[in-house]
């Protein structure tokens, strides 16, 4: 059974790469000028040069031989050249990316923390003053826009109080090694003398992003759990185990929060495109060289093969994450995880 | 004295523009030791009863009462934690939708583990779960369960219905209960099982005196061990008192109807007669009759029965009609 829900995800995947692949190399003819520069990233070509793109890239010959040229480009990890730098699209990507993933996964990590616990104290103090203390403060995330959010943060925090810096992801004193390009760990692996110094800096750096980014997440969740948990709490099985001289936390320790979270988590996975969408307007705020603030520079200085990497890879990355928390989900539920046992 | 003694309780639903009576001033009390059944057609409201009995209805129930005596303590005036503590302490029931009412993401051993009272056990823990294991294995036995680690280790919905029933009755006699009360307890078994778990039922009731409150719909099965009858129909109590009279000799019409359209009744009965029925239907909670509830249907209806007739005692034996049957 399991096996044949994943071969079904599976195929889900494939169909959906293969249409996010489409819908790339449409871009490079959809994009305003040349269709060879879109690719490649090599401008105002020589003669001798254009030729070979159009070698390469098999222009000449009909649009399923290019298609398949530029599926093999990429898969290679040859996504051609920036036009704004001039260096390799794939190398930006390789740096950047991990920096968007740290931020946003801190960010996660933050409102599962948060989240979670809170929704299910408001369920279990539902119609109580905690409950509405949290929907109160939960409102306020809900509805505050990000960028107004991290502007108040930092006029609050760095400019005001100046204890926290305001841009960027570690101080320009520290030099570190760049080996998985996740600051945290490259610093943990390093051999520098001043490794603790560092770490403490870059913690400074991610605490407002990652706070920023986390809020409507945090919200999102505190609710969703909230919301599960009632449900839950109104079962007959919940009623019964009650009845059964249960207390208070037995039942949702043991029975309400196993069964509530399972929502829970396929939600998660919901919220990654939100947490990405969201990532890119508090990398461009706080200067953060991640892969957001990249793709919405390179939209201004019209850097399309730059543009077509950079959507490529954070579609990429929200299929899988969706498609991951969806088979966590399937083998976390036992309900859903053998429906083939034999009947006793 | 009584070990539960309920009078007028009344369960009503509150719909949002108005509020139904789905149970209306049922009294119904039974003494330790004792077997009552409680009878009536199917939407009579007898799971009701026992569930706001249990307290486990949702908000939308608004259940009042004269009194609810526990063993001379008003559950009604108690506060609701400590309420919980004792029901679940004295009494247990097994529920009518047994696989509804199992956890499903729990295994089917931790559910009857927490059944198992502290107290029985002994040593450290990790001896407190070799013996929980035992007493759980046990309990299946009992219930006729024979292949008890497979069971132990699934997961609710990987067993049939009648085998959640099993464990359902396992989980609510592992306390042994004072009261018990068996909402139909073996609707989802075969006849076979079905008798195993009357004899069961019938054994705690004389071994440990523990009381049981029976629900069904079938008088003829529950006639010759039960104590007391109290006859349901839509939400009113119609008739009650102890087995053998209300059994031997109804004096309600619906009791009476009730016990000739049973089949036990009808043995010799030639083939392909009709078996004996009341007219009609019961009516929806939206659409009560008034007066006496069973009015429309009732075979010795008359112009007063326009009013709700009051129930009168006849030595123990409670009639709620204007015109009882008389003894012939
Ligand atoms: N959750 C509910 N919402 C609305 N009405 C309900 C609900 N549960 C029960 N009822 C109504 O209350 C009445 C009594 O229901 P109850 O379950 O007590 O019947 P019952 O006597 O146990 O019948 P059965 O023999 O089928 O179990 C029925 O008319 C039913 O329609
Ligand atoms: S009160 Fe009237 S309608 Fe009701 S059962 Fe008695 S005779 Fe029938
Ligand atoms: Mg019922």
Redesign the interface.
Known sequence: MLRQYLVRRLTLLFFMVLLLSLFTFTLSYLFPGDVSTNLSGIDSAGFNANDQITEKYKLNENYLLQYFAFIQHIVNGDWGLSLASGQPVFEHVKTLFPATVELALYALLISILIGIPTGVIAAAYHKKWQDHVIYTVTLFAYSTPVFWLALILIMAFCLQLGLLPMSGRISLLFEVEHQTGFLLIDILLSNNTYKQAALIDAFHHLLLPSIVLATYPTAVLVRFTKDAMLDVL?????????????NHS?IIF??AL??AL?PVISQIGLQFSTLITLAMITEVIFSWPGIGAWLINSIYQRDFPAIMGGLLTVSLFVIIATMIADILNTIL???SR??S???? | MHLLDIRNLTIELNTGDHVIRAVDKVNLSLKEGEVHALVGESGSGKSLIAKALMGVLNERWQVTADRIHWQGVDLMRLPPEKRRKLIGKEIAMIYQEPSSCLDPTAKIFEQIAESIPEQGLSGYFWQRKKQRKQRATALLHKVGIKRHTKVLDSYPHELSEGVCQKVMIAMAIARSPKLLIADEPTTALESTTRAQIFRLLKSLNQLKSMSILMISHELAELNDWTHGLHVLYCGQMVEAGPSKKVFGSPKHPYTQALIKSSPEHNVALEHKSELYALKGTIPTLQHLPIGCRLGPRCPQAQKDCVATPQANDFHGHTVACHFPLSQK
């Open positions: 109104d079962k007959s099985y919940i009623k019964s185990a009650r009845a059964k001289g249960l037995q043991h029975h196993r069964n399972l539920d036992p309900v053998n429906r046992h034999g009947q006793v």
